[in-house]
């Protein structure tokens, strides 16, 4: 595979509403940090101060008039800031950095599903990441209508505007990932998420044991 320049390893969880890609992050950074590995988890849009005030604002139920490309520009001015003053710091220092969704949602979500193109979302998420691209991206994949009924059954979670949308988006937002991964299989692999979580965790270390020489054989013992 091909690796990026930092010394550390960038790591992002991808998928529709409902995948579980979050519990099964917090999962294997536990699984990290029992081994002493230097490890950060992290989300988008959020993970720090002006962040998370921007997440407030795309996510909010209320705001359902929000124009797509409104919502594309906020995503990367959510991701840039994010970027610079959490996730290229740990990575400049060697750190595993688990995020959960980065570039990808936008060419899924507003690119693909929302219409507006993925180039056209990509040319605006370029300038955003400039060089900073994930390692290895985890893509939880999982039948819309399952997502959306785990969401109902999890009174606890967060319910946020794009949980709302039709089917038909949710389904357009996985077309949008499969699309993605034909695109890009040496970064992107598949992770079936309509398995148990003890059996989601199995996946996602064999996929890092496979992919990964640094600290792969050390987060396997």
């Known amino acids: 595979m091909n690796r990026s320049n930092w010394p550390g390893w960038f790591i992002t ?14 999962k294997l950074a536990q699984r990290l940090e029992d081994r002493g590995l230097d490890m950060v988890m992290t989300r988008e849009p959020g993970g720090i101060a002006i962040s998370e005030q921007i997440r407030s604002l795309i996510l909010d139920p209320a705001h359902v008039s929000m124009d797509p490309r409104t919502e594309a520009l906020l995503y990367a001015a959510a991701r840039r800031q994010h970027l610079v003053e959490r996730v290229e710091p740990a990575l400049q220092r060697g750190a595993i950095v688990l995020c959960d969704r980065f570039v990808d949602s936008s060419l899924a979500y507003q690119g693909y599903a929302r219409g507006i193109g993925m180039e056209e979302v ?24 399952e997502g959306l009924e785990r969401i109902r059954a999890n009174r606890s979670r967060e319910v946020n505007r794009l949980d709302t949308e039709q089917l038909a ?21 598949r992770v079936d998420a309509s398995q148990s979580e003890t059996v989601i965790q199995e996946q996602i270390i064999d996929i890092l044991s496979e992919r990964t020489q640094d600290f792969g054989p050390r987060m396997c013992k």
């Open 169 to 189: 988006f949710h389904q357009a937002v996985r077309q949008g990932y499969e699309r993605l991964a034909r695109q890009f299989p040496d970064r992107i692999v």
């Open 122 to 145: 990509w040319d605006i998420n370029r300038f955003a990441v400039h060089r900073t691209m994930p390692d290895i991206t985890l893509w939880f994949d999982i039948e819309p209508e």
């Open 13 to 26: 969880m991808e998928g529709g509403e409902g995948a579980g890609k979050t519990t099964a992050m917090r």
